[in-house]
């Protein structure tokens, strides 16, 4: 495909997006009808929708409609491109430009619309961060980097950047958490490499390896990962030398676990009735997201006031939860991936308001910025 189809191969996706069709469902349902697109072609599509889903708002209004055509002429007009170039109507390329679009001069945006933020929470983003709340948001406009986890069970940040070196795969350490690695080129290349397969890496944010360090777990602890997923904390903890459980109330998403524990050289036990106590209980709990919406801009978009409110009531009863699995001098950590204090410090401050034999003991908030995503950390005890 020439990089012309490519576009309107992605205004097609668009237009489902706008629709109401998830991202992910879009662009599967264009892949199978479109058979003759090869892997670099479905990736340069890919991208092209993450990056307009991204800037849903700025695109649109630099393009002069809510549309997948309008939205990739707003993106390429921010990329600095040559329009004439890709709307040629020639072959499969999209219909040459109109007068009208060929015209169009953008209108003043609202700080909300500039920075790509859906505008109902934007009162809210302010509130919590004030004149910081644009740079959180735009911080969200462009493609997060690759980070990886070195697996300190099975190997060292040096040997790994070696191997990635002779892989062909661009990358150096990241200079604020031990053991992470930035991935500044061919990253699609890491999960077919040896060290993949050999357990000695890991994908992870920063910001998420630096959590876990955070936790200080001394090795043969006990910890329950209450809300394990596809259980990425789970292994992080257990490569400190901690007996990890899991136990997720969607069991199916730790379907995958036991083979990443083995593949990484540890074991990890799921569950879907932890029973006991322990040293440490991880709540990793449902969220907004609203600290890694650049990797999952169609979830910013989806997001409404009610889910909001529904999950702040979900991440209330976890915490109620949990807590009664903490052992005698243990700790009960909670942690999300937003940057809404409505999900972090407000769940945290209703639940001490209940249960004042509790205090907290640590806790970190990080923004999105280039070296990491935004995450909530906070460490009780009782």
């Known amino acids: 495909m020439t990089p012309a189809a490519r576009v309107a191969a992605a205004i097609e996706v668009l237009d489902k997006i706008q629709e109401g069709q998830p991202a992910e469902a879009a662009l599967i349902a264009w892949a199978r009808g479109s058979r003759f697109a090869g892997s670099k072609d479905r990736a340069a599509i890919r991208d092209h929708v993450f990056d307009v889903l991204r ?4 695109t649109a209004a630099l393009g002069g409609a809510e549309t997948g055509r309008g939205r990739m002429i707003g993106l390429l ?35 909300d619309a500039e920075s790509d933020w859906p505008e109902w929470l934007w009162p809210q983003l302010v509130a919590d961060y004030g004149a910081d709340a644009k740079g959180i948001a735009t911080a969200q406009q462009d493609r997060a980097q690759v980070f990886l986890r070195v697996n300190r069970m099975r190997s060292t940040v040096e040997k790994v950047l070696s191997a990635l070196k002779t892989d062909d795969i661009n990358a150096h350490a990241h200079p604020d958490v031990e053991g992470a690695i930035i991935v500044t080129g061919n990253a699609r290349r890491i999960q077919q490499t040896r060290l993949w397969d050999d357990g000695h890496i890991e994908l992870q944010d920063a910001a998420s390896q630096m959590a876990m360090a955070r936790l200080g777990v001394a090795a043969d602890q006990t910890v329950l990962d209450y809300c394990a997923g596809g259980g990425g904390k789970s292994l992080a903890l257990a490569a400190f030398g901690a007996h990890v459980i899991a136990h997720d109330a ?32 991880l709540c990793d709990a449902p969220c907004s997201g609203s600290g890694t919406w650049r990797r999952t801009p169609d979830a910013k978009w989806r997001l409404t006031e009610n889910r909001l409110t529904e999950l702040t009531k979900i991440q209330r009863s976890i915490l109620e939860t949990a807590m009664t699995h903490v052992g005698q001098g243990g700790r009960l950590a909670y942690a999300t991936c937003s940057v809404l204090s409505v999900e972090n410090r407000g769940v945290v401050d209703g639940f001490l308001a209940d249960h004042p034999e509790w205090s907290v003991v640590d806790e970190m908030q990080l923004r999105p910025t280039e070296l990491h995503d935004g995450f909530y950390l906070v460490t009780l005890s009782r």
């Open 55 to 58: 800037r849903w708002r700025s």
């Open 77 to 111: 007009r921010q990329q600095g491109a040559d329009l004439t170039d890709v709307f040629s109507g020639e072959g499969h390329a999209p219909q040459s430009l109109s007068d009208d679009e060929l015209a169009y001069t953008q209108s003043v945006m609202s700080p």
């Open 250 to 281: 969607d069991v199916g998403r730790m379907k995958d676990i036991p083979a990443r524990a083995a593949r990484a050289g540890t074991r990890i036990k799921t569950t879907n009735r932890p029973n006991g106590t322990f040293d440490l209980v």
